[in-house]
């Protein structure tokens, strides 16, 4: 307080800390100073001048600088000494402070709560914001720097050296395979006539003795790939697993000069054509129930179309009755 700056033990003590203060903030509103009615260099109603004890501060405790002094107002409840400083009344007294110290410590006040809508701290701030940060000093100026002139180094001239490419190597072309990625569970199979699934069991492809995939063809909506079947069978029926990737029995006998034709089940009927002479095919009966596979012109065994399915030539699949016309291709 302003009151304790007059031979206190308080203010002895502040004395010999002072190198470890980095500022003081003296309260000028206990009614031994009153800046508010009497301003800051006069003392009217107040015992001493707040100029008097800002001085002493200055001088006395921190050897000449002003900037570790921050000045004290009472904003509200301080009516009894007449020293509630308004912020515009505040305004005035650091506007006097600035013409004896340029470069002060600013200004506090309590308390904060009554502060409304920083209605006080505001115009105070806009006041002594130019000064803010002057003990700092103006910021140091920076000379430019002049590099030396770059002499000039003789460059030397360059060789050319030929550069010797080594001959290409012809890197052979790695044969196409029947890739799994492309027609599902492991590709064709050397020596096995058969039909393979598709990824998911969407749909089959053809692969015959040689090894050699054909075109695929996809199941009708609600059909699965059966494996077991060779055909297209309905979705809750099939186990979609990819068969052995080992070599699986022909599905049909070699080749024979004396082969008698097998036996065609009770209503089926005929084969609607003749099994190819070479090669390797499926051929439906003349009914539509179902297909044979032919092999080099022998007729295989026969295999019945799921119920509800017909089976379509031109798909080389069974697909739903409404939609298949059951006539014999030419």
Known sequence: MDADLDGSKYYDILKERSADLDFLMPQFYNGITRPVPDGFASSG??????????????????GGAPEKVVFGFCIDDCGG???????????????????????????????????????????????????????????????????PKPTDSPTPAPTNIPTISPPPTDSPTPRPTNSPQAFGCQGCQTGVAELRPLANCQGFYYCLES?????????????????????????????????????????????????????????TGQICNACPVSGWNLIGSDDCSGFFHCTDGIRGVFQSCPPGLLWVQSIMGCDWEDRVDCACSA
């Open 81 to 147: 000494t007449g020293s509630n400083a308004s912020g515009s009344q505040a305004v005035t007294v650091m506007q006097q402070v600035g013409t004896h110290y340029p470069c002060h410590g600013g200004a506090f006040f309590w308390v904060a709560f009554k502060d409304y809508g920083g209605s006080w701290s505001d115009v105070v701030w806009a006041e002594i914001a130019p000064s803010s940060g002057c003990s700092a000093g103006p910021l140091p100026t920076v000379s430019p720097t002049v590099s």
């Open 45 to 62: 109603t107040g015992t001493v001048s707040a100029k008097s004890v800002y001085d002493t501060l200055v001088s006395d405790m921190f």
């Open 211 to 267: 090894g050699q995939s054909l075109g695929s063809v996809p199941c009708p909506s609600g059909t699965t790939f059966d494996y077991g079947l060779q055909t297209c069978n309905y979705v809750d029926q099939v186990d979609c697993a990819c068969p052995s990737s080992g070599p699986s029995p022909p599905l049909a006998p070699p080749p024979s000069p004396a082969v008698t034709p097998a036996p065609v089940p009770a209503g």
